[in-house]
């Protein structure tokens, strides 16, 4: 599956967070006292500004109590500087203690390690 889907030229497409985590935040108002979660996956880099996305993930931590995941899904096991970079600006987006909300893992493991 993921050499048919994943493994392809995605050059032209970019990973932006901000629309999906203001989504997010229109649901979280009509949720009652569920707890929210947000579960980021991205496959590579984000190119969302810092600022813009760190307002709306402080206003679903402050607001809303929202627990943020963030997973970087791999296409191979080693790491790659794109793969490192997806890293770099998705962990500091995730609750804490980030060690517990965060992972960097390739597809063929994705299965098993993410439940």
């Keep these: 599956?993921?050499?048919?889907?994943?493994?392809?030229?995605w050059s032209q497409f970019r990973t932006i967070?901000?629309?999906g985590l203001?989504?997010?935040?229109?649901?979280?108002?009509?949720?009652?006292?569920?707890k929210k979660i947000v579960m980021i996956v991205t496959d590579g880099a984000l190119h969302d500004k810092d600022a813009d996305i760190r307002t709306v993930e402080d206003r679903l931590k402050a607001n809303y109590n929202a627990q943020i995941f963030g997973i970087v899904v791999r296409k191979?096991?080693?790491?790659?500087?794109?793969?490192r970079k997806a890293e770099a600006k998705l962990k500091p987006l995730v609750s804490d203690p980030q060690d517990e909300h965060f992972i960097n893992i390739?597809?063929?493991?994705?299965?098993?390690?993410?439940?």
Excluded: S
Excluded at 22 to 34: P, S, W
Excluded at 106 to 115: G, I, M, S, T
């Design 22 to 34: 203001l989504e997010a935040e229109k649901i979280f108002q009509g949720a009652g006292n569920r």
């Design 106 to 115: 390739d597809l063929d493991h994705f299965k098993e390690q993410v439940r």
């Design 17 to 19: 967070l901000e629309p």
């Design 76 to 83: 191979a096991v080693g790491h790659t500087n794109q793969d």
């Design 1 to 9: 599956f993921h050499e048919n889907f994943f493994c392809r030229d």
